[in-house]
């Protein structure tokens, strides 16, 4: 079993910082849903939201498969106002297919990158795709 919230606290200087993520976990096949990272529980602001959508094969059980990964400048708790709360938006489509569409192969592999992402690109990083090195 995984734990739904790790809060993890760090000594600092002037004391101690303590964050929060609680995950939501899809109940079939244990994967995350929703991650929502509450940042430095003893502020707001700094609150993050990703939501990941799969897109699952059962026949062949490719169930890994991510088809897009939302990340929102909110708790999850919030209805992100788009596009000033995005953080990136990365569909990814596999084995030539739309995005959406189940693998068909076990050695499924990404599309060519195709994000969309209605956030201006950060200097520092500017994903591609969901493991592309920064």
């Avoid at 897109?55 to 088809?67: E, G, I, K, Q, Y």
């Avoid at 909110?74 to 297919?97: E, F, H, R």
Wanted: proline letters at 10%; a negative charge; one cysteine or more.
């Amino acid at each position: 079993m995984k734990p739904a919230t790790v809060t993890t606290r760090t000594k600092t200087s002037t004391g101690t910082r303590s964050t929060q993520t609680t995950t939501s976990y899809d109940p079939t096949y244990g994967m995350p849903l929703t991650v929502d990272d509450q940042g430095d529980t003893a502020k707001t602001g700094d609150e993050t939201c990703t939501k990941n959508t799969y897109t699952r094969n059962a026949t062949d059980w490719l169930m890994r498969f991510s088809s897009r990964i939302e990340t929102y400048a909110v708790g999850c708790a919030t209805t992100p106002k788009l596009p000033d709360d995005t953080i990136s938006d990365v569909t990814t489509a596999y084995d030539n297919q739309a995005v959406g569409v189940a693998p068909t192969t076990t050695s499924a592999g990404p599309n060519p990158p195709q994000t969309a992402s209605t956030a201006p690109p950060t200097p520092a990083t500017s994903p591609t795709t969901p493991d592309a090195a920064h």
